[in-house]
């Protein structure tokens, strides 16, 4: 790499939107719409943390931004633009043609979700990898979709297949069998749920990223409720349903699905429903909600089930 402002040019400034000043400048200029508001979120992933060192490259950046974007999405903002950090690893290996695969897959979601590149930094370091994104979406004022809006009477509903990213992981690690690449590929590549217009018809939203029942946990304890959660009818996929039951708290804890977890009224039941069919996004009736706090697996009997572990824990 010959500078880092030779670096950017060749490889990040294909990916600039306009508001980004072609990255020459020290800051991009974001103009929102009469009537709407910003929705941001960040994140960050190291290697051998939140990805394995031999995951090719080309997936990463759309990890990073996919994981992003289903924040966006958990709040009903449509995506906007991005910005992203690089440690880049003192070393021969992520060279020229390593970066050309990762922003090659960039370029690819930038298209796919309808984002462009503002700006961001690069840095070198000793240690790992470490990429860091910051989504922009947008929304209309007053009606982002919250954690904290769960009621009694509610039901509790998941977009696609929960655990196929902790099975994916585990099977990259040796650990399970993954004989089409189906699960590995969950984890490598989040599919998160934008689009979908649920403004004004669920209660509470948010995605799902460390664990089910965690993640219910957050909700619970936002909304002041308690969630009761039908272990049996939480959707698995084809691969994670041949792997056999003895999985099932791998799946409901192990997290980085990035589905949305909706809590919809009644009355909505068949909105949501249908809004997803016409996204051909699956959604799932997994529990309900009522008075208390807490949340509970129950099995075909209604018993609970003891978990060991609640879901991934950052510290």
Known sequence: ??????????????????????????????????????????????????FLPDDPPETLGRKLLR??????AAMGATPYAYTLNVTIPRGPRHNDTWFSAFVS??????????????????TSTSGPLVLSATVFGRLHKGTALRRNGAKPGDSLWVTGTIGDAALGLLALQGKVPDPSGFLADRYRLPRPRTGLALNGIVHAAMDISDGLIQ??????????????LQADAVPASPEAKSLGPKWLEQRLTGGDDYELLLACPPEQEASLAQICRDAEIPVTRIGTIRSGSGVRALNQAGQVIQFLKGGWQHF
């Open 1 to 50: 790499m010959s500078g880092e402002f030779s670096f950017i040019a060749r490889h990040f400034r294909p990916l600039a939107g306009r508001e980004s000043l072609d990255l020459r400048d020290d800051c991009a200029l974001i103009s929102c719409p009469p009537g709407q508001e910003m929705a941001i979120s960040t994140d960050t992933m190291v290697e051998n943390v939140h």
């Open 215 to 228: 993640d219910c946990q957050h909700i619970a304890e936002e909304s002041d409720v308690a969630i009761d």
């Open 67 to 72: 994981c992003n974007l289903s924040d966006i």
């Open 105 to 122: 897959g960039l370029s690819e979601d930038q298209t796919r979700y309808g984002v462009i590149l503002l700006g961001g930094d690069t």
